[in-house]
């Protein structure tokens, strides 16, 4: 059996996580995840010069969602708005040493947490429209965000998602299990989840089909 | 290191030592099998039968078949498949409730796959099974309900008396099977009062070693076979007999029923006292379950705001050993089933404690676990997205 267990870097981030708060009056903020996954985060940012000059979060979680959310926002302090955008999850990995396959799903949300505060300052203070185009490619970047527990590698990379087509608001998606894959729920919920922040998908259509 | 304090019973409790003392002689010069004729072999199988003696005067069961099996989960699939083996999906009714434990829950979800006519009563808020939805899943087909007498996250005590007249009354030809595991440390077992075709049990729940469980079966076992192999001292069991486990486990049941009462009413004191000093101390905390009708050994709260892997680990840097329904903290990212069940939200679900105190349990131990809680609970409410 896999021995789970955090490395050091978690656990003194999750004893002590660094920019822990609310930004009042912020300059953008956003709040992903939901209570019903088991993690949220709310990231809130000031930007001088464009660069971000405070960031804080709060973290309804467990420990790695909270040392992601620590780590990310340290990461992100000091870079100008083009680096942060830059970020991915696995920075925050790196920088933390690592995390048990099954809890990196938490650095993506630290991860999408920090662009989606972003995405709303340039929208509310640049007055940036961020309109993206739906099609089956987008739809696939989106998926590159769930992430399968077991291994801690994209659903898409481990090539679970057999088939994928996307018409008028509609997702088809045919993804294959083991027989005994304990993480079958876990995944089409974040399947599930990660499609319906897409404005404009309207209804998702997920098979578990046998390869 | 600190002194651990350890209130995770309900996952596990340690072998006690006169336990220990009793299998010793098995695991070192008494090693040997249950080999007819010889001197030593005859030892041991007398050894094997003293023990199924013991556990038949201890649990009043003295007509029924003791079959070893490793754990409460073979004892359950063991009872389970060992009934549905041979029956046709199409006239077979199977039935346990949504809160059974997973060796019940998943071996049933096995055979609804193969086209067995499968039922899953409800529970109510407290996690008592809707006695409505078990009369209307009986019928002529019912070969087996399995129950769980203690629920293993909850406490629940189930109503047994009356969900056997319901059964019985309906249709005397199905199978009962009871899981006494969480049950043994405070609820009288008393085999011919409940009259259960079959009781099944966990060693290592009651101060036994692990790798051992057992079924207690009506005679004439109305199983089949489900391994096979050289059998040795039963047709259900075949290959080489855990001696000095079913030794440790024969005593561990008696221990258990011997001291149950003075047992269950120290668990009670201690849990009442958690439950008012949990409830005076922290706001916005629900208890899981019922108040009465609950195991003494049981508690479980869910604590608003804040996710239950988080809580668990700030209480074992302090070396206090408790578990929680969070998914975070499960194997499969999975919310809790059984808090589902009743009707918690995921926030509830997710941030759930179980605490289930033991022999060993002191009320000062009790002081020191809530003195560490009450700080750790309003921190990460401090830093929580929810308010």
């Not at chain 1, 870097?9 to 004893?15: M, S």
């Not at chain 1, 790196?94 to 995405?119: T, W």
């Not at chain 1, 961020?130 to 590159?144: A, G, M, P, T, V």
Request: some cysteine; aromatic content about 8%.
């Amino acid at each position: 059996m896999a021995v789970i267990k955090y490395t050091k870097e978690v656990i003194e981030h999750f004893k002590n996580p660094k920019n822990v708060g609310e930004i009042e009056n912020p300059d953008g903020g956003a709040t992903v995840g939901s209570p019903a996954c088991g993690d949220q985060v709310t990231v809130s940012l000031k930007i001088k010069d464009n660069r971000i000059e405070d960031i804080k979060f709060l973290s309804y979680g467990c420990a790695s969602n909270i040392a992601t959310g620590s780590i990310v926002t340290e990461l992100a302090k000091g870079k100008s708005v083009d680096e942060a955008k830059k970020m991915t999850w696995k920075d925050a990995v790196d920088e933390l040493g690592g995390l048990p396959p099954v809890k990196v799903h938490c650095s993506v949300l630290a991860v999408d947490g920090l662009k989606a505060a972003i995405q709303d300052y340039e929208e509310k203070k640049l007055g940036i429209k961020h309109e993206r185009k739906i099609d089956e490619q987008s739809i696939i970047e989106k998926l590159k965000s769930v992430i399968y527990p077991k291994t801690g590698h994209n659903i898409i990379d481990e090539k679970l998602v057999k088939y994928l087509k996307y018409e008028n608001g509609k997702v088809e998606i045919e993804i294959s299990f083991d027989e005994t894959d304990v993480y079958k729920q876990n995944v089409l919920e974040e399947i599930d989840e990660h499609l319906h922040e897409i404005d404009g998908v309207e209804e998702i259509d997920v098979k578990v089909v046998e390869y | 290191m600190d002194k651990i304090i350890y209130l995770d019973h309900y996952r596990t409790t340690r072998t006690s030592p006169y336990v220990l003392e009793k299998m010793r002689p098995y695991l070192e010069e008494l090693f040997y099998m249950p080999v007819a004729f010889t001197q030593m072999g005859t030892d041991i199988a007398e050894a094997i039968e003293e023990a199924s003696e013991r556990i038949k005067k201890a649990l009043n069961a003295p007509n029924s078949e003791i079959i070893y099996t490793s754990g409460g989960t073979q004892a359950n699939n063991m009872v389970i498949h060992g009934i549905m083996r041979d029956q046709e999906p199409e006239q077979t009714g199977m039935i346990t409730s949504v809160i059974d434990h997973p060796s019940i829950n998943n071996a049933f979800d096995y055979y609804r796959k193969k086209g067995f006519e499968v039922k899953k009563v409800k529970v109510d808020e407290y996690g008592f099974w809707k006695t409505d939805q078990l009369e209307a899943a009986l019928n002529d087909n019912s070969k087996l309900v399995s129950i769980t007498l203690v629920n293993h996250t909850i406490g629940t005590i189930q109503r047994y008396n009356e969900l056997k007249k319901i059964i019985r009354e309906r249709n005397p030809k199905t199978l009962i099977h009871l899981d006494i595991s969480m049950a043994l440390m405070t609820q009288e077992i008393d085999f011919e009062a409940l009259d259960a075709d079959f009781l099944t049990l966990s060693s290592h729940k009651i101060y036994g070693p692990k790798g051992i469980g057992l079924i207690v079966s009506k005679r004439p076992v109305k199983l089949k076979p489900i391994f096979f192999g050289t059998v040795v001292t039963s047709p259900f069991s075949p290959g080489a007999e855990n001696v000095a486990a079913i030794v440790g486990l024969s005593y561990a049941i008696e221990e258990a029923v011997k001291n149950r009462i003075e047992h269950h009413n120290n668990m009670k004191t201690l849990q009442k006292y958690l439950m008012n000093q949990i409830e005076m101390k922290i706001d916005l905390v629900e208890l899981n379950g019922p108040v009465d009708e609950r195991a003494s050994d049981n508690i479980n709260y869910s604590f608003r705001h804040i996710e239950g892997e988080s809580i668990m680990m700030f209480l074992d840097f302090d070396s206090i050993v408790v578990a929680t329904g969070s998914a975070c903290a499960s194997s499969d990212l999975k919310v809790n089933y059984i808090l589902s069940a009743i009707g918690r939200d995921h926030e509830m679900a997710h941030g759930s404690l179980r605490i289930t105190p033991g022999i060993d349990t002191t009320k000062e131990d009790l002081d020191i676990f809530v003195e560490k809680l009450v700080p750790i609970v309003e921190r990460l409410r401090a830093q929580s997205t929810i308010r």
